[in-house]
């Protein structure tokens, strides 16, 4: 069964730092692209960032670009995301989601970013 | 950017009752667009990709139709588990972003 688990989240204030993990299992995780995707309390979903198996190819939303960096272990079968200069518009809860190519297929439960003083 | 819209906003439908939601794009993205469901307190599953294929597990009454700038996502007899927002989100993938999603469609019950 594949799994998706984020872990990091909490309360930070604007200008701080948090690093958001994603643990996967029950596939292969070096075979797949990665993604984060984020929603804000009651608004749509956003797509922020996108890195590749390899971690060659990696795009950013450019409301984030700059401050947030995705990277990837693959030995540890785990994505992440250091979010800098973090601002009261990046509160969210942030999604990892699997990429099929054509979509995202599988997304963890999501974890809770607030910004807030 | 691609911009996505979707119409209407909220729509009242009654179970078993047909539902067609919209969603247009502000340039051509072909068949590379995906339909979510999402549940209050959940993530988003997938639907519907490349416009009209179901994901693994999605029931038949979900069906996608559409291409180029204009897409529709029908349910055709709504069960109670169908009421939520969906989604519906573009995969051009070039310029990035990578991907974009629709503003969402809550259906509710009538």
């Known amino acids: 069964e594949v799994q998706l688990v984020e872990s990091g989240g909490g309360l930070v204030q604007p200008g701080g730092s948090l690093r958001l993990s994603c643990a996967a299992s029950?596939?292969?995780?070096?075979?797949?692209?990665m993604n984060w995707v984020r929603q804000a309390p009651g608004k749509g979903l956003e797509w922020v960032s996108y890195i590749s198996s390899s971690a060659f190819i990696i795009y950013y939303a450019d409301t984030v670009k700059g401050r947030f960096t995705i990277s990837r272990d693959n030995a540890k079968n785990s994505l992440y995301l250091q979010m800098n200069s973090l601002r009261a518009e990046d509160t969210a809860v942030y999604y990892c989601?699997?990429?099929?190519?054509?979509?995202?297929?599988?997304w963890g439960q999501g974890t809770l970013v607030t910004v807030s003083s | 950017e691609i911009v996505m819209t979707q119409s209407p906003a909220t729509l009242s439908v009654s179970p078993g009752e047909r539902a067609t939601l919209s969603c247009r794009a502000s340039?051509?993205?072909?068949?590379?667009l995906a339909w979510y469901q999402q549940k209050p307190g959940q993530a988003p599953s997938l639907l519907i990709y490349?416009?009209?294929t179901r994901a693994t597990g999605i029931p038949a009454r979900f069906s996608g139709s559409g291409s180029g700038t204009e897409f529709t996502l029908t349910i055709s007899s709504l069960q109670s588990e169908d009421f939520a927002v969906y989604y519906c989100q573009q995969y051009n993938n070039w310029p990035p972003p990578m991907y974009t999603f629709g503003q969402g469609t809550k259906l509710e019950i009538k």
């Open positions: 490349g416009a009209s």
């Open positions: 989601a699997r990429d099929m190519g054509s979509g995202t297929d599988y």
């Open positions: 340039q051509s993205v072909g068949s590379n």
């Open positions: 029950g596939f292969t995780f070096n075979n797949y692209d």
